[in-house]
């Protein structure tokens, strides 16, 4: 078997995971996180859980201008991704990334639909905006008696999660045909003395002028024969099926399996798998948060926004989810054999490792007990290795399709904060209480395969002093 997929299985995830599409997209999509982390912390902060300090923030009357900080930096990350993958495919070519980078912000924006709506003055002066879909629907918005015109704007609903995989393809397509360009030398060359800058605008021209007239007949070719733009059919198409499968618990326990199965063999699994179902995790959380924002626009209490985030196609699988009980202590949940190391080993080898690995296991780092015990390539250790991500992740998932841990709501957090206190600032207390109920689960799960381990290590120690 470890021949079998360190020979064959292993090669193909890593020429998958090194093709340049993938790099761009995993690589691209960090620059997104800043603005995720940010957004996040306005969501939190106008959404305190905590009765008596969400009032305190009310009271100080700067909950509009958290909400408008979270909706200019956690509602644009689609717009960001664009740009990220884009410029990432350049900067690996080795190409001036920065005009990759801005094509494929243009080309996002040319496959979106325009905001539409109806500016309305009714007889007694007063003035609203009814949004609209066309500019008919606009017209048709204005009320007997009321003066109305027309206005249009950048449409925010396909700027976060649901353009996520629309900016995917124009990163990928822009960064693709940018270099293609570059490669065959079709460019516009300044002569020497010419400011880089200036001459960096120059040579980016042609590509430009090209990728946005191509997106331009793009979306003109599917306004003119399905009657909308290239965004709505991706979203319909390819979006909303990987959303769909990355959301169900046979995905979940997909990527909870494989992420262990690879690092067993040595091979960064949060890495490899992250690629894939990271973009999922980030729309749905965007999906998630705009739910949200909806339900308090609409005059919600907190709470009742939380409920109403699963009743209207909202997400368990989330980039929250992912953070609270995926990575809690490391991959593979190990805080458990960590803890049964530093204090029960007999072995010296054990204990050592168990206390280095003590600390870091805390941030939900655990390279060192990888390593270190080991755990990669060690058969003794992988039935807890696998069991034990796959029963704190089964057991979120059907805990949240039953009710009992709120879906996420847009707040992450960094997926070094410690456990407990990432679940209960992206979750709540129930998602703390989930998250303790599973370290303690992951001690339970490991002790009787460590006690193997460290007899065998034990029986080694004590014959090498004899």
Not at 104 to 115: C, G, R
Not at 221 to 226: E, F, L, P, T, W
Not at 366 to 389: C, D, Q, R, S, Y
């Given at each position: 078997m470890g021949d079998f997929l360190q020979g064959t299985v292993l090669p193909l995830f890593m020429r998958f995971v090194n093709t340049r599409g993938v790099r761009a997209i995993k690589d691209g999509m960090m620059f997104t996180m800043p603005l995720i982390i940010v957004g996040a912390v306005y969501l939190l902060l106008f959404q305190l859980p905590i009765e008596s300090a969400a009032n305190f923030i009310t009271s100080l009357g700067i909950v509009p201008y958290l909400s408008h900080g979270y909706t200019s930096t956690f509602q644009i990350i689609a717009m960001v991704c664009a740009v990220g993958v884009g410029y990432?495919?350049?900067?690996?070519?080795?190409?001036?990334?920065?005009?990759?980078?801005?094509i494929?912000?243009?080309?996002?924006?040319?496959?979106?639909?325009?905001?539409v709506g109806a500016v309305i003055t009714t007889a007694d002066g007063e003035t609203a905006i009814a949004a609209a879909d066309s500019i008919s629907a606009a017209q048709a918005a204005a009320t007997d008696g009321a003066i109305a015109s027309q206005v249009s704007g950048l449409n925010k609903t396909w700027l976060a999660g649901q353009g996520m995989i629309g900016a995917i393809v124009a990163g990928l397509l822009s960064g693709l045909v940018y270099s293609i360009f570059m490669q065959k030398d079709i460019r516009i060359k300044m002569p020497?003395?010419?400011?880089?800058?200036?001459?960096?605008?120059?040579?980016?021209?042609?590509?430009?002028?090209t990728i946005c007239t191509g997106a331009v007949v793009v979306y003109g070719?599917?306004?003119?024969?399905?009657g909308v733009t290239p965004i709505e059919l991706i979203y319909r198409f390819i979006q909303t099926p990987l959303q769909g499968v990355g959301d169900s618990l046979p995905g979940v326990i997909l990527f909870e399996t494989l992420i262990p199965l690879l690092w067993f063999f040595g091979v960064?699994?949060?890495?490899?798998?992250?690629?894939?179902?990271?973009?999922?995790?980030?729309?749905?959380?965007?999906?998630?948060?705009?739910?949200?924002?909806?339900?308090?626009?609409?005059?919600l209490s907190?709470?009742?926004?939380?409920?109403?985030?699963?009743?209207?196609?909202g997400h368990i699988f989330t980039e929250a989810f992912q953070n609270c009980f995926q990575a809690i202590s490391g991959s593979g949940i190990t805080i458990g054999l960590v803890v049964y190391m530093a204090f029960m080993a007999k072995s010296a080898q054990m204990k050592q490792v168990g206390?280095?690995?003590?600390?870091?296991?805390?941030?939900?780092?655990?390279?060192?007990?990888?390593?270190?015990?080991?755990?990669?390539?060690?058969?003794?250790?992988?039935?807890?290795?696998?069991?034990?991500?796959?029963?704190?992740?089964?057991?979120?998932?059907?805990?949240?399709?039953?009710?009992?841990?709120?879906?996420?709501?847009?707040?992450?957090?960094?997926?070094?904060?410690?456990?407990?206190?990432?679940?209960?600032?992206?979750?709540?207390?129930q998602g703390a209480a989930w998250q303790a109920i599973a370290l303690v689960a992951s001690f339970f799960i490991y002790l009787p395969f460590a006690k193997s381990v460290d007899n065998d290590y034990l029986a080694q120690e004590q014959a090498a002093e004899a």
């Open positions: 990432t495919w350049a900067k690996n070519d080795g190409w001036e990334p920065l005009s990759a980078g801005v494929s912000l243009a080309v996002f924006l040319i496959l979106i639909p325009d905001y020497e003395g010419v400011p880089d800058g200036v001459a960096a605008a120059f040579t980016g021209l042609i590509p430009a002028a070719i599917c306004m003119g024969v399905a960064h699994g949060a890495t490899v798998v992250g690629s894939v179902a990271q973009p999922i995790a980030l729309m749905n959380q965007a999906d998630n948060a705009r739910i949200f924002q909806e339900g308090v626009n609409a005059g907190r709470d009742a926004a939380i409920a109403a985030i699963g009743q209207n196609g206390k280095l690995g003590l600390g870091c296991g805390i941030f939900n780092i655990n390279e060192p007990v990888l390593f270190g015990t080991p755990i990669v390539l060690n058969p003794k250790l992988l039935v807890p290795f696998v069991a034990a991500p796959l029963v704190c992740n089964i057991g979120a998932y059907v805990l949240t399709d039953i009710g009992f841990i709120p879906y996420t709501m847009g707040v992450t957090v960094p997926w070094t904060t410690p456990p407990i206190l990432s679940g209960l600032l992206a979750i709540g207390w």
